[in-house]
């Protein structure tokens, strides 16, 4: 098998899943109980929120545990809106966002909230200058995707965070889960306020994440209960989900640092031989993020494809996996500019550190005997 959809989830590492399984067996009481097993176990979610702090090199009390980047998203432009909203009820985000952030978005609009969608030009990137244009006196908060999940373009979150220094009643959010571990960003320079992060991206299990939630900004939460996670998030810590979530941020951070240039190295050979299929065009930009490659084949359904490859034991995707089962244009690709025979036949491949050069190798081969084979049907 040759796993090549890891933007959509990836194998949970076998140190992870191990984590997790000790942990639901040795500290399964509850952190809020007062006895000494609850206690033991408030520590331990201590030290873990103290662990990811330090790897993300943040404070702990800005650590929140999450079920994953959807939550993450929605609990950090809901959480804004509401509590802000006296001020001002306008926010920013882009036109290639994921659905946990457009669809957030658009429920606030329901309830008289003002969205500026900025465009991108064909390699995915907003203009600087309309993002400064767009800034009113009543914008409350900016929402822009730090890598994206389907072309892998990567926005300048370091000079939109010096931009938006200039606001200081300006929150600045930023949906971290396509490049943790793969693509750097420093959570403090960049001046961001909220940073979504999600487990199951980076080996780690699906129902975990983290957001960053500085400590000078308030949010409104979304749930209510018993207070736990600073006040934005009651209900029973996922404790065991916690501790397997920072040790697949320890591993992945670990791995980036290591090894930095094999998902680039893998890009780029893909890059290089797809590039000589006469058929095939690249819809990711070069300077891309290292794990996502995005092309299309016109005339050619992507399922087919996908289905072809899938019968080699090679598993590619299309789209987002949140959206992957329309079937309908990639709202991506419609706002790079591509035509809509570029946009219904996007095929997304990512990577991860885990993958092969001679895997690689073999996608190729295969691709290239199903494009073949899908030629001669044609014929």
């Known amino acids: 098998m040759i796993y090549l959809d890891n933007s959509a989830t990836t194998k949970p590492d076998s140190a992870v899943?191990?984590?997790f399984q000790k942990t639901s067996e040795k500290f399964f009481a509850n952190p809020s109980?007062?006895?000494?097993?609850?206690?033991?176990t408030e520590k331990l979610l201590q030290k873990a929120k103290e662990q990811a702090a330090s790897i993300l090199q943040v404070e702990a009390n800005e650590i929140i545990f999450t079920s994953g980047g959807t939550e993450g998203n929605n609990i950090a432009i809901k959480g804004i809106a509401l509590e802000h909203q006296n001020r001002g009820k306008h926010i920013i985000t882009t036109a290639i966002e994921h659905p946990s952030v457009e669809e957030a978005c658009q429920s606030l609009e329901k309830l008289g909230f003002e969205i500026t969608m900025l465009p991108v030009d064909e390699k995915g990137i907003i203009n600087l200058e309309d993002?400064?244009?767009a800034i009113r006196e009543d914008t409350i908060l900016v929402s822009i995707m730090h890598v994206n999940n389907e072309i892998g373009s990567i926005q300048p979150i370091e000079e939109i965070g010096k931009i938006l220094r200039q606001y200081p009643k300006l929150f600045f959010h930023v949906d971290a889960v396509q490049s943790l571990g793969k693509v750097p960003v420093n959570i403090y320079e960049s001046g961001i306020d909220l940073c979504t992060f999600s487990g199951h991206k980076i080996h780690g299990l699906k129902g975990t994440g983290i957001l960053f939630v500085?400590?000078?900004?308030?949010?409104?939460p979304l749930f209510h209960g018993g207070g736990q996670e600073n006040g934005l998030r009651s209900g029973t810590e996922n404790v065991a989900g916690a501790v397997s979530m920072v040790k697949a941020l320890r591993?992945?951070?670990?791995?980036?640092?290591q090894y930095a240039n094999h998902l680039k190295e893998m890009r780029d050979y893909l890059w290089k031989e797809l590039k000589q299929f006469d058929d095939v065009i690249i819809n990711s930009p070069e300077d891309g993020a290292p794990h996502i490659l995005n092309i299309s084949v016109p005339g050619l359904k992507p399922e087919v494809m996908i289905h072809m490859l899938g019968e080699e034991g090679i598993y590619i995707s299309t789209k987002?996996?949140?959206s992957s089962k329309q079937k309908d244009e990639s709202k991506i690709l419609v706002?790079?500019?591509f035509s809509r025979d570029v946009a219904i036949s996007g095929l997304r491949i990512s990577l991860s550190y885990d993958n092969t050069m001679e895997e690689m190798k073999r996608f190729i081969d295969v691709f290239s005997r199903s494009l073949n084979q899908f030629k001669q049907v044609l014929r």
């Open 17 to 19: 899943i191990e984590s």
């Open 33 to 40: 109980s007062i006895h000494q097993l609850g206690g033991t």
């Open 131 to 133: 993002l400064k244009r």
């Open 214 to 220: 500085n400590k000078t900004t308030k949010l409104f």
């Open 251 to 257: 591993l992945i951070h670990e791995k980036e640092k």
């Open 320 to 322: 987002s996996a949140c």
């Open 335 to 337: 706002a790079c500019g």
